[in-house]
């Protein structure tokens, strides 16, 4: 068997953009089966499970020789559906894969079929080299998780751990490995912890009736301004561990003053109020904020059926993101809080889905080999471990006991505004980063799995 070549990494990439996997309703199939074909074009035969036919997973396993083996198993993870695109606003259209030599452009190519194609070429360059490794190692290509891993890894954690190895010891998955440029250094932030999720559905019921008279507390009324409150309001600060050490190890960098303000912005009773003037760019703020609270969004609005009655009662849905140690109930108390002044009693939340904050320790052999493996690529680049608003497959795969990190190794040039990618237009990932993360990924699981 030979190593997979550069041209054939690409064209497994490019082919992966190409198949329209868009979330809802996902139809990951054909994504699937095409990893499939290039794990059995090398003799490792996967296997496909799901609860629905055209929304399948995949796992292809590479055995360690039990005379070898001395720890449970590492997985890779990666994500086959991708969320929707606008095409009308993409340079190239979102499933074409356009190659113009500098970028391969399409929807997915960041969030994540990029470290899906990684990962297989990684595995299947090791293969061919005939390495002899000192656990197994888990392929594993899920769907659905942009609408919440229904029927993805929450499925498989949940009906198929045995695919899993039952006892992984290790995932590696998004987000993380990416270049942040800041002040002409070089960081490159590995995923350790995600905030949990819960998503929930705030019902308000007011005096129903016909609309042709005034109505002030009609339960319309009443929705939008506590919508209005949930909106415009700062949750309290839940500052945690994770979020302090992230934030500290960029501020030692960033000189005097950000080295002193650090600490006192992750204090409850100063944070909220300093963060507007200590952090102008709203952008940045928005992300610091969300490391260091709950927060709550207002997204979907439902109610009312003619446009001449009062509707008894209207709701609009939440997604929750919980700060590392809190639960869906403390969010739920602080949202009470914040709308009982304009609701009165006349108002209910209901939890439509719910998952814990997840975080693991950085103090592991797996994160120091990752820490080594970067700086052998970039001597001056600083590792360092993140904790990420949004949620990943992690947050299932860690209910399987494993340790999770988020490592996609891709360096990325500082002109790059990587962050708009994720989810907007004209995502694209550059071909020497990708070749860069291949290589830079494979060097790691070389020497993690042979030592
Ligand atoms: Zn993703």
Redesign the pocket.
């Known amino acids: 068997m030979t190593a997979p070549t550069k041209i054939e990494a690409e064209q497994l990439l490019i082919d992966l953009l190409q198949i329209d996997t868009t979330n809802p309703p996902g139809n990951e199939k054909a994504a699937i089966d095409r990893i499939a074909a290039e794990f059995q074009k090398r003799g490792i035969e996967p296997t496909i499970v799901g609860e629905i036919e055209e929304r399948p997973n995949l796992v292809a396993k590479w055995e360690a020789d039990p005379s070898n083996r001395t720890g449970c198993p590492l997985i890779l993870s990666s994500?086959v559906d991708v969320v929707p695109a606008d095409e009308t606003r993409w340079e190239h259209p979102p499933f074409s894969g356009h190659n113009d030599g500098t970028y391969i452009w399409g929807r997915g190519a960041i969030?994540?079929k990029g470290f899906a194609a990684m990962g297989i070429v990684a595995l299947n360059t090791l293969r061919s080299e005939g390495i002899s490794i000192n656990r197994d190692v888990i392929f594993a290509a899920v769907s659905d998780?942009?609408a919440g891993t229904r029927y993805g890894s929450r499925w498989m954690v949940d009906e198929r751990p045995d695919l899993l190895g039952n006892d992984p010891e290790y995932v590696i998955n998004?987000?993380g490995g990416f270049t942040v440029h800041k002040k002409g250094k070089r960081f490159y932030p590995v995923q350790v912890a995600e905030k949990g999720v819960a998503w929930l559905r705030l019902t308000v019921t007011g005096k129903p009736g016909h609309s042709s008279l005034p109505a002030q507390d009609s339960s319309v009324a009443k929705l939008s301004r506590a919508i209005d409150r949930i909106a415009s309001t700062r949750l309290p600060w839940h500052p945690s561990e994770e979020a302090a050490n992230f934030l500290a190890a960029f501020a030692e960098e960033e000189g005097a003053v950000a080295k002193k303000l650090g600490p006192l912005l992750l204090k409850p009773g100063i944070g909220p109020k300093m963060i507007d003037a200590a952090i102008s760019d709203p952008a940045r703020r928005a992300s610091v904020e969300a490391i260091l609270r709950n927060t709550a969004n207002p997204t979907r609005l439902t109610g009312g059926k003619t446009i001449n009655s009062v509707p008894a009662e209207v709701s609009v849905d939440i997604d929750g993101r919980l700060a590392p140690g809190q639960t869906t109930q403390d969010l739920i108390r602080e949202l009470s809080e914040l709308v009982s002044p304009v609701l009165g009693d006349g108002f209910s939340f209901e939890i439509l889905h719910e998952s814990p904050p997840v975080s693991f320790s950085s103090d592991t052999p797996l994160f120091r080999s990752i820490e080594q493996a970067m700086n052998d690529f970039d001597p001056d680049g600083r590792v360092v471990p993140s904790l990420v608003p949004g949620f990943?497959d992690s947050c299932n795969y860690a209910r399987l006991g494993a340790t999770c990190y988020g490592f996609y190794p891709l360096p990325l040039a500082e002109d790059l505004d990587f962050a708009s990618m994720f989810h907007g237009d004209n995502e694209r990932i550059p071909v020497e980063g990708f070749h860069q993360g291949i290589e830079i990924l494979t060097n790691l699981l070389r020497k993690f799995l042979t030592t």
Do not use: I, L, N, R
């Open positions: 994500h969030d994540m998780e942009e998004e987000v990943t």
